[in-house]
């Protein structure tokens, strides 16, 4: 059974930073690549990150580039979030999804949420 569980959401103020962490279980997490979603309250899903499987490549959204870092440890099946420098537009459940090989997601965690407020 393939799960995916987020942690690492909270409330932070402004300017602050959070880790997120994805642990994954349940499929070949080394040889999959891994984004994550995020959802503000009222609005739609917003790509955020994904990170390629063996060669590691990054990808973001302008909205975060810069500002967050993608990361994962094959060796403990965990794909991470690096929020720095966060902001009032950031607040939202944060998702991990797996992608699969057609680059849709086929599986998705059940989200972990942050505040930002001071």
């Known amino acids: 059974e393939v799960q995916l569980v987020e942690s690492g959401g909270g409330l932070v103020q402004p300017g602050g930073s959070l880790r997120l962490s994805c642990a994954a279980s349940?499929?070949?997490?080394?040889?999959?690549?891994m984004s994550w979603v995020r959802q503000a309250p009222g609005k739609g899903l917003e790509w955020v990150s994904n990170?390629?499987?063996?060669?590691?490549?990054?990808y973001y959204a302008d909205s975060v580039k810069g500002r967050f870092t993608i990361s994962r440890d094959n060796t403990k099946n965990t794909v991470y979030l690096q929020m720095n420098s966060l902001k009032s537009e950031d607040p939202a459940v944060y998702y991990c999804?797996?992608?699969?090989?057609?680059?849709?997601?086929?599986?998705w965690g059940q989200g972990t949420q942050v505040i930002v407020s001071s």
């Open positions: 990170i390629y499987s063996r060669i590691s490549n990054t």
């Open positions: 999804a797996k992608e699969s090989e057609t680059s849709t997601y086929d599986y």
């Open positions: 349940g499929f070949t997490f080394s040889s999959s690549a």
